[in-house]
């Protein structure tokens, strides 16, 4: 069951104070930027060595942040013509720690025990990648994306284990970064409050401190990519 702090949601970077530095770490070329279109701060990770340029949570790999709600949504947008790198450090019920990392660097999945790593296909919302896509470096017109990671599925599926919690977190270069989020609550982008009231049960929309902006007339589809 979520801890009452974590529910409905748990902002990461609002929570954990990102921008101060205390509980996180940034390495290389990581900047703070206003970005208009967002209307907000978002994080820019650069660098030819996703090793070496990153920002971290928590800031000390000995540390937990102990969050438990089944769904990761990460708000980013791979740099166009780069490869970016993500780790996600989860525990399981045995206190095995397992890395999960997605990347367009990798050609094809692999796991071990302790490491699953998924391709990441830029833009695999959008028909003229898919089915066909392949991973690689982001298209020049690559969009701002919603990815969501059912975190106790991936690691029943691919490793027979159950989740506890979510450990560290590690957004290598090269990638902008708009906002991390836990919850339990599946969330539907693109979808107003109004239309959910109307709509089908279940059918949550995303918070408004998490959620992209879309302009008066626009969808949410067409602007950005959903990968769950």
């Known amino acids: 069951v979520l801890a009452a702090w974590q529910r409905p949601y748990l902002n990461i970077f609002k929570h954990f104070r990102v921008e101060e530095w205390k509980r996180s770490a940034k390495e ?20 030819s060595n996703p090793a ?10 000995t540390q937990s942040l102990g969050l438990t709600g089944r ?12 490869h970016f790198l993500v780790h996600l450090d989860v525990t399981t019920e ?21 490491w699953l790593q998924f391709p990441f296909i830029c833009g695999a919302a959008s028909e003229d990648t898919a089915p066909g896509g392949a991973p690689g470096a982001a298209p020049a017109n690559v969009r701002w994306t919603c990815l969501v990671l059912d975190l106790p599925s991936i690691l029943a599926l ?18 902008l970064v708009k906002n991390l989020c836990t919850s339990d609550l599946l969330f539907e982008p693109g979808v107003t409050l109004a239309e959910a009231r109307l709509g089908a049960r ?5 918070p408004r ?4 902006p879309v302009p008066k007339g626009k ?9 769950r």
């Not at 070496?52 to 790999?61: D, E, F, H, T």
């Open 94 to 114: 045995e206190n095995q720690v397992v890395r999960i990392s997605f990347s367009n660097l990798f050609k094809e999945f692999k796991s071990t025990a302790t």
């Open 202 to 206: 279940g059918v949550t929309p995303m």
């Open 52 to 61: 070496s340029n990153y920002l971290q949570l928590p800031r000390a790999g």
């Open 71 to 82: 769904y990761l949504y990460l708000l980013f947008r791979p740099l166009p013509r780069k």
């Open 219 to 227: 969808k949410w589809h067409d602007l950005y990519d959903y990968i």
């Open 209 to 212: 401190e998490l959620a992209f």
């Open 158 to 175: 691919y490793l027979s284990r159950r989740y506890s919690h979510l450990r560290g977190v590690k957004l290598c270069s090269n990638l």
């Open 28 to 47: 290389g070329d990581v900047a703070a930027l206003t970005d208009t279109r967002l209307k907000g701060t978002i994080y820019r990770i650069r660098g």
